[in-house]
């Protein structure tokens, strides 16, 4: 029958699939054994992907309606790339949003209906021959992603229609296939029925954004592969049940060979049997199965072989089996048998340059980087994912949720407040076909992959009959797996969609009151520690709560990786941007930038902090030995080799590696053995133990770092060395504006105009480029902006800026000459601030800042002492907590040790400016030029905080974009006595803890002292 296409489908909830292939599983399948053993290319499909001739149209109205017609001529059409998004190779615009609907404030207008006016379309063409080895076969075209509706023709006949951004479609194309060339012609539209169900927090793009191939089949297909791999309770016995569904019946004396191969390539089991229907279902069954998990991703190979009624071998399939058994125990989700932990992030599929658009290469980056940061889970925030990622999923051994791509955000939450009087698809009947096809096509594409434990139903659109459909049928199709749906959490009468609690942004005080009241199911929290910018503060108090609960199962931060895009700024000049940069309205602006890592795929600062608190392995050291807690489910600690050393202020003294036995889920405890002539000299210790990989994997090499625990003390009491060679008597000269103090090879000037130091020169060079001054205030993090923290806090902005001194007093003594500088604040007249410089005989200077608590004032961001010195001081060793930048409550994951870094790069990379560079814990830093001449920066009694940077806290806070801010002119320093923390339950509204706050009712003083290099 001859369908004509209408653009009505667009926005009729009935069409969204026409002439659509039923979905199936992603397997492979080749026409010998050895092709496909060694896994080469499929010869059965050829590759569209490239250059197609493209149109583009702002709207249905504008686009050329007969492309498709054969003797239409598209040859001088623009080129476009695909797989590639339409907006991110010159057409239209990237538009960024959250939660409201892209056209919001454009269009009046309720689902299903869409926009007219702007509904950009995309015009494809692709000319092909098909190729020999297809000639005469049944052939079929398969779109692995197309955002957001499509049609499809083929040298002028209409072939399909299609919706659901992120599963395949597939269409027959044999009756329209010609000798020599086609014309293939594709249609793409941005807006559709489906994009009310396509409401994610991601850029809106639109075009064919994933892989195009055309495929054949041999003369008998399997059509559709389900393997369950299950094990009996006692994990001894597994039985592979395997279902196949050929393309057509076959003769009775058609033959299938299975076999099932280790992964050593010892061969399992294998069997022979006759094929008579379409459709057979078997069981093969063995004892002692190697299981499958995170830990040890153990895979089975399976062949299956179907041979015609003369013996020959017409097709190959190899799939990985791995036997793991999921289940709810006693209101505990088990992996083999025992409670499962999720270490998870929400992974968006994104590339800087391309959008959605990723290739192998990113995803091997990113699980390789997951697996090295004791990531074990990920969640496919909000739609399904290429297959490929669950291939690596499988092999590496991640856990994964897989995610319908279902999300109505902007159908029930209207900024922040739940409105759902014309949520979609709720208990609306008319949704409910287009809503179960999207979970029908993720399921039969992606059932036979071990890693996935759990289905989700989708995400944030609210709860009602249609999604408790899908839960049903997830249920029924697939009981090796749970099910999951946050959603439930606003609407309590459809609790029972999904299998576990699950929240966002809960507070671990909220989430402990679940716990504790006798709850039904286990929790996980699908998102948590919104990590914007500088964020991820306050991550332990989350994960502490894994030892307190049984229920309590982990979490996903959100998420993984910024979805900043590259472009060009007014000079040519690429930056990162996000959303507005390219004239997005409207746009949730910079909401975008919520990843673990950057946009160019490089590891932030705050992974430091997960690793640690993700580390399956934890190790509490004491000055004795170390004891050991292995997390683990299924490892001995012997798998691992483990280390202990022990560094004096900093530098190594000693390092060993034992073999350490310590069975899965238990703990030990490890004896130092010293040598004697260690821990006698005064000074600080640490002591760090660490795990490292006794072996190399597919994902990092023979000895690396997989967990570490310090423990730092002292001998003797702290001193701070003055160097006596150079000490020289001090000569004062009071001037009528200026105190000069001198020595040898030294001066510093203190002003009383200015009220402060004014220059610092050491063998004649100066150090001050801007004179030290108190400070209060930093730039604003993200999260700071979230919970308005200029509007909470700014007075503390205003006083870092006119402040006044009132007061100078000199004191002089034999051994040093000691300034005082005391300053009004304009935000109290009460408030009593003060900054004391002691000048001793060798030139080096102490500096005291003091801060006397008053009533009445906002929290403190910051308590400082900060001032420039000239750029070529751009070298930096620290002795500190580090490497990577630590905050007091993202410090966990910082070590005790001496490390480098130049200025410049110890500004993070966050999209948009904003505090960064901080280290806790500082005991002295060397600030230096390339010559090593400079300063060293020293606590005096407690360790301080301190920043270097190109810039001040006020050029940061206004500043967007990194490419806002000035070229370097001076090395900024801040020495604080400490800094709030930076917070992370959320970026809308969650406070920093108390405890990581200062109380502008509290006295602080902190001291550090200045010496030349």
């Known amino acids: 029958m001859t369908i004509t296409p209408s653009i009505n489908w667009l926005s009729d909830l009935n069409v969204f699939a026409v002439n659509r292939v039923p979905a199936h599983s992603d397997h492979f399948y080749y026409e010998t054994i050895s092709e496909a053993k060694n896994k080469e290319p499929m010869k059965m499909h050829y590759d569209l992907n490239g250059n197609w001739k493209f149109h583009y149209a702002d709207n249905p ?48 207008i309720r689902p299903p209906e869409i926009p007219n006016d702007h509904n950009p379309v995309g015009s494809y063409v692709k000319y092909f021959t098909v190729p020999e080895n297809m000639v005469e076969k049944p052939v079929f075209i398969s779109f692995q992603g197309v955002e957001s509706a499509f049609y499809v023709w083929l040298n002028g006949e209409f072939v399909g229609y299609s919706e659901d951004s992120f599963t395949p479609a597939e269409f027959e194309l044999t009756p329209f296939i010609k000798e020599g060339e086609n014309k293939l012609s594709v249609e793409v539209y941005q807006r559709s029925t489906g994009s009310w169900l396509e409401d994610q927090d991601f850029w809106r793009f639109s075009g064919i954004f994933r892989d195009v191939y055309l495929y054949t089949v041999p003369e008998y297909h399997v059509r559709d592969l389900h393997l369950k791999a299950e094990l009996d309770e006692s994990l001894k016995v597994g039985t592979l049940n395997v279902n196949i569904d050929l393309l057509e019946a076959v003769p009775t004396n058609t033959k299938l060979v299975i076999e099932l191969y280790d992964a050593e390539n ?23 199965p190697k299981l499958w998990s995170a830990e040890n ?21 190899p799939q990985s089996v791995g036997f793991r058994r999921f289940e709810l125990v006693d209101k505990v989700m088990k992996i083999n048998g025992e409670r499962i932990v999720f270490k998870g992030v929400n992974r968006h599929e994104f590339n800087n340059r391309t959008g959605r658009t990723i290739t192998k290469e990113d995803m091997l980056w990113d699980i390789k980087t997951l697996k090295q940061h004791n990531i074990n889970a990920v969640r496919t925030s909000h739609y399904p994912n290429q297959s490929l990622w669950y291939e690596l999923c499988d092999e590496y051994g991640i856990y994964v949720i897989d995610e319908m791509n279902l999300e109505t955000h902007g159908s029930w939450q209207k900024m922040g407040a739940v409105e759902p009087s014309w949520n979609i698809p709720g208990n609306k009947p008319e949704w409910h076909d287009i809503v179960m096809d999207r979970a029908v096509s993720m399921f039969e594409r992606d059932k036979n992959h071990p890693s996935i434990v759990i289905w989700s139903c989708g995400n944030e659109s609210y709860a009602g009959e249609v999604i408790l459909s899908v839960s049903k049928y997830f249920k029924k199709v697939d009981q090796s797996r749970l099910v999951h749906y946050e959603g439930v959490f606003h609407n309590r009468d459809y609790d029972e969609i999904s299998d576990m609690e699950s929240r966002m942004y809960a507070k671990p005080v909220d989430i402990e009151k679940f716990l504790n009241e006798n709850p039904t199911k286990p929790y996980i929290s699908c998102e948590y520690m919104h990590a914007m910018g500088n964020s991820l503060g306050g991550m332990n108090k989350y994960t502490d709560l894994e030892r307190k609960y049984q229920m309590y199962q982990g979490g996903f931060i959100w998420d993984y990786i910024d979805q900043s895009l590259l472009k060009k700024d007014r000079y040519g000049n690429e930056y990162l941007a996000y959303g507005g940069d390219f004239g997005d309205r409207p746009t949730d602006y910079g909401f975008c930038t919520n990843g673990i890592v950057y946009a160019n795929r490089e590891v932030s600062p705050k992974m430091q902090e997960v690793k640690f608190l993700y580390q399956n392995i934890k190790l509490y050291p004491d000055r004795a030995g170390v004891r050991i807690v292995n997390d683990n489910l299924f490892t001995n600690t012997s798998d691992y080799t483990f280390e202990y050393a022990l560094y004096r202020e900093g530098v190594e003294v000693y390092r060993t590696s034992i073999n350490v036995e310590i069975a899965p889920l238990r703990e030990g405890k490890v004896e130092f ?60 000269v009071y001037g009528d504006v200026n105190i000069g103090v001198h020595g040898r090879e030294f001066s510093a000037i203190f002003s009383k105009q200015v009220g402060s130091l004014i220059s610092l020169k050491y063998a004649g060079k100066e150090i001050i480029e801007m004179p030290p001054a108190p400070l209060f205030w930093r730039a604003t993090t993200d999260n700071d902006r979230g919970f308005s923290q200029t509007y909470h806090s700014g007075a503390w ?103 480098t870094k130049k200025v410049k790069d110890n500004l993070s990379g966050y999209v948009m400016p904003q505090e960064s560079g901080n280290h806790t814990g500082v005991r002295w830093v060397r600030l230096t030029n390339n010559e090593g001449i400079g300063i060293k920066i020293s606590s005096v009694t407690d360790p301080v905080e301190c920043n270097f940077s190109p810039y001040t806290a006020f050029e940061l806070e206004n500043a967007q974009h990194i490419y806002e801010l000035p070229p370097a002119h001076y090395t900024v320093v801040t020495v604080a006595g400490k800094q709030m923390g930076v917070g992370g339950d959320d970026s809308w509204g969650a406070p920093v803890y108390d405890e990581h706050l200062l109380k502008a009712n509290e006295d602080k003083e902190f001291e550090f002292i200045i010496q030349p290099i």
């Open 266 to 288: 010892g061969i399992v089991l294998t069997e022979n049997m006759n094929l008579s229907e379409s459709t057979h279902s078997f069981s093969l069954t063995f004892n002692e």
């Open 61 to 108: 109205n504008l686009r050329p309606k007969e492309f498709y017609e054969v003797d239409f001529d598209c040859r001088s059409w623009d080129n476009i790339k695909v797989p590639g998004h339409i907006q991110l190779q010159g057409y239209g615009q990237p538009q960024y949003v959250n939660t409201m609907y892209p056209w919001d404030g454009h269009n009046d």
């Open 797 to 899: 902005l205003t006083a870092s800026l006119a402040r006044k001194c009132v007061g100078v007093d000199i004191q002089e003594e034999a051994d040093f000459v000691r300034v005082s500088f005391s300053y009004k604040l304009p935000i109290h007249s009460e408030v009593e601030v003060g900054v004391e410089y002691t000048v001793l005989r060798d030139g080096s200077v102490k500096v005291k800042s003091v801060y006397r608590g008053t009533e009445g004032l906002p929290q403190m961001p910051i308590h400082a002492v900060s001032f420039k010195v000239p750029a070529d001081y751009d070298q930096l060793v620290w002795y500190a907590m580090g490497p990577e930048e630590n905050y007091s409550d993202r410090s966990e994951g910082a070590k005790l040790g001496i490390f």
């Open 673 to 732: 053995d010293w040598p004697s002539a260690v821990m006698v000299l005064p000074g600080e210790y640490s002591i760090q133990t660490s795990f490292h990989l006794k072996n190399q994997t597919v994902w990092a090499d023979a000895g690396y770092e997989i967990a570490f625990g310090q423990f730092i003390f002292r001998v003797g009491k702290k001193t701070v060395s003055i160097q006596h060679n150079k000490a020289s008597a001090l000569h004062v």
């Open 297 to 317: 991703p153990y895979l089975y190979k399976l062949y299956l072989q179907v041979y015609n009624s003369a013996g020959e071998l017409v097709e190959v399939i």
